[in-house]
């Protein structure tokens, strides 16, 4: 919201003078509002190993977080380049492995890693898309440039906060909407829907697409029913799946309906007991030899986590300048990667500098962040990327943009983080707009809502 | 629609009308001992009601003495008792939670009102002083619950489960009720003009909204004839027994499947037997018969619509 010299940036400021003219209790009634709304309609969020609150919600700033249209237009532009790489790398792994054989990527990085899925080599997908719904997370930092932390092409979520927090924004505060020309983002679940027909086996006309959930314990349980009723198609668990001479059928009041698309928000190794996890009970026998037999969609593909995997993230850069001969619009974030010796060495000699990050962990899980560590912590941290460097990648510090956020003591600044949705079918459509999360402990750089993080509405300025 | 959606509709209504009956059965209770304070009438009827929603045993495994008090709170409480009104409306609430995406989000958040609100009542107060705000409530969140589903939601198999679940409770429900109050009122004890039986009699028809009916219907005397007719064999009562059968045939035949014609023919024996029925026979029979035959034949029908629409064979 402040430039350095602690002025406002300009698209903040009609925000400010309305903050300026509404009185606190105001402010504060609303929050209470916002509070009471979020948990009355059960937008809560499941914590694991959590007994008494089982069901949370996920705290909701009323502070929007504000993007003028032409820094939305750029980032856009960076968004559609970096997932169609993304995607033309998913289909050359699974295919020819031309970026391999070109030596950009070492391949036993790709072929030795648990998320390379050899079920899927040779295997041709409808418009050669696998990653179907991406969700992109973005950081903006010094001077206003933007950097990608991740890319997130297995089962993304988080789409439903986005898309909750404007309607209860817009509740809230009517009268903030007159200042501000917003652009919508209501139609996001029609753009899914378009995209998740789209993808259907070739030769079905009208496609019955299901969202497959794990069940109402699943922490984003809410998201998944969500997303069913908006699209109105079936929210189903495995167990309403079966599988019958490779073809997929719901189990139904009137018998068994074929099945064409499946919006699966379970990971890969849940999704068929036979092919993958034998006792996963959330998966459905025989899904993957259906699927090879092209008689129904996955949505996302199996095997999209070889290219969102953190020791592939490095390799994205090249990956656009390699299948698209462009460069790359947004960057990435610096980063060390501790299999080569040379970047080990530098790792491990600025261990306090840097945040360093498990390649499979998930969640702000498994990471050092070097200038908040004790000594103790860093030293522990540095024996475990010792025994196995390959684990383990590294990132400078960035100095994140912050937010003004409300907190306890009033209106501080808290940073955020910003996941656009980005879908591929028959051409790439976002919303404009996404999550923004927030970290709302001070200070703090990891916005997980497992770990105390809290979401913002995002408007992106029509103009 | 998915055979689990239609079985999460279907018991959220089952539960939600529970809870409601369940607050019914208390209240009149609680009016009755207002009349006849006597220790030994009032256990005795404590013990009955119990019975009737066929919790006796493990109250007496946790409580040994039944006391107004205690039972209330056993009744509408208890968590460790599946049968409370507390984990009815807890039951309801986890079965809507688990098809939210089915039902209008003015369903879901009513449902989940009600779960959240349950709390805010203090079960201390409510058993051994006001009980009568708590069960008003638990029926007024019913009413609230049936008016949204019937308000907003999609004329569709969803709306049919739910409604099928209604109406199969609410005729178990009804014919337990009266059940639990033939117990006491003999038909021979009731034939003379005592107004103790005046009161119980009327009690009974106020715990199922049908006094004022009764009125209208009859404008005459209250007699056990008349109130086993009304609520067993007045089509236009919505809370009898050949009403609701009359909507559970209704509604299979809009549900029906390859599968199901057993269980609709069975539905219609069943209405049948309500349409062209007699009240002097039910009362030949004894009425005590009658019903508990009538409870056999529809928890046997509940297991034949679970069975056909609601448990999915794998390749059926």
């Given at each position: 919201?402040?430039?350095?010299?602690?002025?406002?940036?300009?698209?903040?400021?009609?925000?400010?003078?309305?903050?300026?003219?509404?009185?606190?209790?105001?402010?504060?009634?609303?929050?209470?509002?916002?509070?009471?709304?979020?948990?009355?309609?059960?937008?809560?969020?499941?914590?694991?190993?959590d007994?008494?609150?089982?069901?949370?919600?996920?705290?909701?700033?009323?502070?929007?977080?504000?993007?003028?249209?032409?820094?939305?237009s750029?980032?856009?532009?960076?968004?559609?380049?970096?997932?169609?790489?993304?995607?033309?790398?998913?289909?050359?792994?699974?295919?020819?492995?031309?970026?391999?054989?070109?030596?950009?990527?070492?391949?036993?990085?790709v072929?030795?890693?648990?998320?390379?899925?050899?079920?899927?080599?040779?295997?041709?997908?409808?418009?050669?898309?696998?990653?179907?719904i991406?969700?992109?997370?973005?950081?903006r930092?010094?001077?206003?440039?933007?950097?990608?932390?991740?890319?997130?092409?297995?089962?993304?979520?988080?789409?439903?906060?986005?898309?909750?927090?404007?309607?209860?924004?817009?509740r809230?505060?009517?009268?903030?909407?007159?200042?501000?020309?917003?652009?919508p983002?209501?139609?996001?679940?029609?753009?899914?829907?378009?995209?998740l027909?789209?993808v259907?086996?070739?030769?079905?006309?009208?496609?019955?697409?299901?969202?497959?959930?794990?069940?109402?314990?699943?922490?984003?349980?809410?998201?998944?029913?969500?997303?069913?009723?908006?699209?109105?198609?079936?929210?189903?668990?495995?167990?309403?799946?079966?599988?019958?001479?490779?073809?997929?059928?719901?189990?139904?009041?009137?018998?068994?309906?074929r099945?064409?698309?499946?919006?699966?928000?379970?990971?890969?190794?849940?999704?068929?007991?036979?092919?993958?996890?034998?006792?996963?009970?959330?998966?459905?026998?025989?899904?993957?030899?259906?699927?090879?037999?092209?008689?129904?969609?996955?949505?996302?593909?199996?095997?999209?986590?070889?290219?969102?995997?953190?020791?592939?993230?490095?390799?994205?850069?090249?990956m656009?300048?390699?299948?698209?001969?462009?460069?790359?619009?947004?960057?990435?974030?610096?980063?060390?990667?501790l299999?080569?010796p040379?970047?080990?060495?530098?790792?491990?000699?600025?261990?306090?500098?840097?945040?360093?990050?498990?390649?499979?962990?998930?969640?702000?899980?498994?990471?050092?962040?070097?200038?908040?560590?004790?000594?103790?912590?860093?030293?522990?941290?540095?024996?475990?990327?010792?025994?196995?460097?390959a684990?383990?990648?590294?990132?400078?510090?960035?100095?994140?943009?912050?937010?003004?956020t409300?907190?306890?003591?009033?209106?501080?600044?808290?940073?955020?983080?910003?996941?656009?949705?980005?879908?591929?079918?028959?051409?790439?459509?976002?919303?404009?707009?996404?999550?923004t999360?927030?970290?709302?402990?001070?200070?703090?750089?990891?916005?997980?809502?497992?770990?105390?993080?809290?979401?913002?509405?995002?408007?992106?300025?029509?103009? | 629609?998915?055979?689990?959606?239609?079985?999460?509709?279907?018991?959220?209504?089952?539960?939600?009308?529970r809870?409601?009956?369940?607050?019914?059965?208390?209240?009149?209770?609680?009016?009755?001992?207002?009349l006849r304070?006597?220790?030994?009438?009032?256990?005795?009827?404590?013990?009955?009601?119990?019975?009737?929603?066929?919790?006796?045993?493990?109250?007496?495994a946790?409580?040994?003495?039944?006391?107004?008090?205690?039972?209330?709170?056993?009744?509408?409480?208890?968590?460790?008792?599946?049968?409370?009104?507390?984990?009815?409306?807890?039951?309801?609430?986890?079965?809507?939670?688990a098809?939210?995406?089915?039902?209008?989000?003015?369903?879901?958040?009513?449902?989940?009102?009600?779960?959240?609100?349950?709390?805010?009542?203090?079960?201390?107060?409510?058993?051994?002083?006001?009980?009568?705000?708590?069960?008003?409530?638990?029926?007024?969140?019913?009413?609230?619950?049936?008016?949204?589903?019937?308000?907003?939601?999609?004329?569709?198999?969803?709306?049919?489960?739910?409604?099928?679940?209604?109406?199969l409770?609410?005729?178990?429900?009804?014919?337990?009720?009266?059940?639990?109050?033939?117990?006491?009122?003999?038909?021979?004890?009731?034939?003379?003009?005592?107004?103790g039986?005046?009161?119980?009699?009327?009690?009974?028809?106020?715990?199922?909204?049908?006094?004022?009916?009764?009125?209208?219907v009859?404008?005459?005397?209250?007699?056990?004839?008349?109130?086993a007719?009304?609520?067993?064999?007045?089509?236009?009562?919505?809370?009898?027994?050949?009403h609701?059968?009359?909507?559970?045939?209704?509604?299979?035949?809009?549900v029906?499947?390859?599968r199901?014609?057993?269980?609709?023919?069975?539905?219609?024996?069943?209405?049948?037997?309500?349409?062209?029925?007699?009240?002097?026979?039910?009362l030949?029979?004894?009425?005590?018969?009658?019903?508990?035959?009538?409870?056999?034949?529809?928890?046997?029908?509940?297991?034949?619509?679970a069975?056909?629409?609601?448990?999915?064979?794998?390749?059926?």
């Open positions: 919201m402040y430039a350095d010299d602690a002025t406002v940036r300009p698209h903040y400021s009609p925000y400010a003078e309305w903050l300026a003219e509404t009185p606190g209790d105001r402010i504060l009634e609303k929050r209470a509002e916002a509070d009471t709304l979020f948990r009355r309609a059960g937008i809560t969020f499941a914590v694991y190993g007994e008494i609150g089982t069901e949370r919600l996920i705290p909701f700033d009323i502070v929007p977080r504000i993007i003028p249209a032409g820094e939305w750029g980032l856009q532009r960076g968004l559609r380049q970096r997932v169609t790489a993304l995607n033309a790398f998913l289909h050359d792994v699974y295919h020819d492995q031309e970026i391999l054989k070109a030596g950009l990527i070492p391949p036993e990085q072929l030795c890693n648990v998320q390379y899925r050899p079920e899927m080599q040779g295997l041709n997908l409808p418009m050669d898309v696998y990653a179907h991406a969700g992109i997370d973005l950081v930092a010094g001077a206003g440039e933007y950097y990608v932390l991740e890319d997130n092409l297995r089962v993304p979520s988080g789409v439903s906060y986005m898309l909750e927090d404007r309607k209860a924004m817009m809230l505060f009517p009268e903030l909407f007159a200042r501000y020309s917003v652009a983002v209501e139609h996001y679940p029609d753009l899914l829907l378009e995209t027909r789209a259907a086996p070739g030769g079905v006309r009208d496609p019955t697409v299901v969202l497959l959930t794990p069940g109402a314990h699943n922490s984003a349980y809410f998201e998944h029913a969500f997303l069913a009723q908006q699209m109105g198609i079936e929210l189903v668990e495995g167990q309403d799946l079966f599988v019958d001479d490779e073809v997929v059928y719901m189990r139904t009041t009137q018998g068994p309906q099945v064409d698309v499946i919006y699966r928000r379970i990971d890969d190794d849940f999704l068929d007991p036979l092919a993958f996890r034998p006792d996963s009970m959330l998966g459905v026998p025989g899904l993957l030899a259906a699927y090879r037999a092209g008689r129904v969609a996955i949505s996302n593909a199996v095997g999209t986590g070889i290219a969102d995997d953190k020791s592939t993230y490095p390799y994205v850069p090249e656009i300048r390699f299948y698209l001969g462009e460069e790359p619009i947004l960057a990435n974030v610096p980063t060390w990667i299999r080569r040379e970047d080990l060495a530098h790792v491990l000699a600025h261990l306090d500098e840097l945040v360093v990050k498990e390649v499979h962990g998930a969640g702000g899980y498994g990471m050092l962040i070097g200038p908040r560590a004790s000594r103790a912590e860093i030293e522990a941290f540095r024996e475990r990327i010792i025994a196995d460097p684990r383990y990648i590294a990132q400078p510090t960035l100095a994140l943009s912050a937010c003004p409300f907190v306890e003591s009033g209106l501080a600044p808290r940073h955020v983080d910003l996941r656009p949705f980005v879908l591929s079918g028959r051409d790439i459509v976002m919303v404009p707009g996404g999550l999360r927030v970290a709302l402990r001070e200070g703090s750089l990891v916005v997980n809502s497992s770990q105390g993080g809290g979401t913002k509405d995002t408007w992106v300025l029509a103009c | 629609m998915l055979s689990r959606t239609a079985d999460h509709l279907y018991w959220m209504s089952r539960y939600t009308e809870a409601e009956n369940l607050a019914r059965m208390l209240d009149v209770n609680c009016r009755m001992t207002l304070q006597e220790e030994d009438v009032v256990r005795r009827r404590w013990t009955s009601t119990l019975a009737t929603v066929g919790q006796l045993e493990p109250f007496l946790a409580h040994g003495v039944v006391t107004q008090a205690s039972a209330i709170d056993w009744i509408s409480f208890e968590r460790s008792n599946p049968g409370s009104i507390d984990q009815c409306l807890d039951r309801a609430r986890d079965n809507a939670h098809v939210r995406g089915t039902l209008t989000s003015e369903t879901w958040e009513t449902l989940n009102a009600t779960w959240l609100e349950i709390r805010r009542f203090r079960r201390d107060t409510v058993s051994s002083q006001a009980p009568g705000d708590f069960f008003e409530w638990v029926k007024f969140r019913s009413h609230l619950a049936r008016g949204v589903i019937q308000g907003t939601m999609l004329q569709d198999d969803a709306l049919e489960f739910t409604l099928l679940g209604t109406y409770e609410r005729a178990d429900n009804t014919a337990r009720i009266l059940d639990a109050r033939f117990e006491f009122l003999a038909p021979e004890a009731a034939k003379s003009d005592d107004a039986d005046y009161y119980e009699w009327s009690a009974l028809l106020r715990s199922v909204s049908a006094f004022e009916i009764y009125r209208k009859y404008r005459d005397l209250i007699t056990p004839r008349r109130v007719e009304l609520l067993i064999l007045r089509e236009a009562m919505p809370r009898s027994l050949r609701c059968m009359s909507r559970v045939q209704q509604t299979l035949v809009r029906a499947n390859s199901s014609a057993e269980t609709q023919r069975r539905a219609g024996e069943i209405h049948a037997t309500l349409q062209y029925g007699r009240i002097e026979d039910a030949e029979e004894g009425l005590r018969n009658y019903l508990s035959g009538f409870l056999e034949r529809t928890s046997d029908l509940g297991a034949r619509i069975r056909d629409f609601l448990v999915s064979e794998a390749t059926a």
